[in-house]
């Protein structure tokens, strides 16, 4: 009895831990209503109501493929709330590279335009498809996915949301080639030779 009562507390033990770590992967809960900024004694409606896209109504099109967000750096209101949202602008042949969000899914809304998009999973299968003006896709949290305007004349808009109010981006290109990792390291990673990988280098680094 001694053995089995033992066993059963281990198994909850072990339960409740398995429980925390799903509590923590998302943002965490509140116990209030919605959380005021500690430089703030009181809030009205400005405080819930986000302008910052106004600027892309009437906007000449971007050149280059430009995201618009509404996170929590840029919304304090959305703090606790496990919401966020942006707007992707692609110019024709244009591409978000490979990037993952750490701390949320992505569902992308396409408005205007087509997009070649997909996603890698934890198995190296990847999955794509071609949406059309109407069409939403779904990024699974954490795996590394794209989006690519293939369209060579015709420019693509869509809206993304996510359930965290800071999903984070780690761009691939950026993270493996512009921080500093040692390029004998990364030409031995890629099995290539280190002038490649200065090439690349400076193909991502910013244009004077």
Not at 130 to 149: C, E, I, S, W
Not at 165 to 187: C, M, Q
Request: proline share 7%; net charge negative; hydrophobic share 45%.
């Amino acid at each position: 009895m001694a053995s089995r009562i033992i066993s059963l507390l281990f198994s909850l033990l072990v339960a409740s831990f398995a429980i925390v770590q799903i509590a923590i992967a998302g943002d965490p809960d509140i116990v209030s209503d919605f959380i005021i900024p500690p430089n703030m004694s009181a809030v009205d409606g400005n405080f819930f109501t986000f302008t910052g896209i106004r600027a892309l109504v009437g906007a000449p099109e971007p050149t280059t493929f430009k995201v618009t967000k509404a996170s929590l750096a840029e919304f304090p209101a959305l703090n606790g709330q496990s919401v966020s949202t942006a707007v992707l602008e692609f110019p024709a042949d244009s591409v978000n590279p490979p990037h993952t969000h750490p701390r949320s899914a992505e569902l992308l809304f396409l408005l205007d335009g087509s997009l070649q998009v997909g996603f890698v999973d934890t198995t190296n299968k990847l999955f794509t498809q071609t949406l059309q003006a109407g069409d939403m896709f779904v990024f699974p949290k954490g795996l590394v996915h794209f989006q690519y305007n293939v369209d060579a004349k015709n420019s693509a808009v869509a809206v993304s949301a996510f359930g965290s109010a800071n999903p984070g981006t780690v761009s691939l290109p950026n993270t493996v080639f512009a921080t500093g990792i040692d390029d004998n390291i990364l030409a031995k990673s890629f099995k290539t030779d280190v002038a490649t990988i200065q090439a690349i280098k400076a193909g991502l680094a910013p244009k004077p």
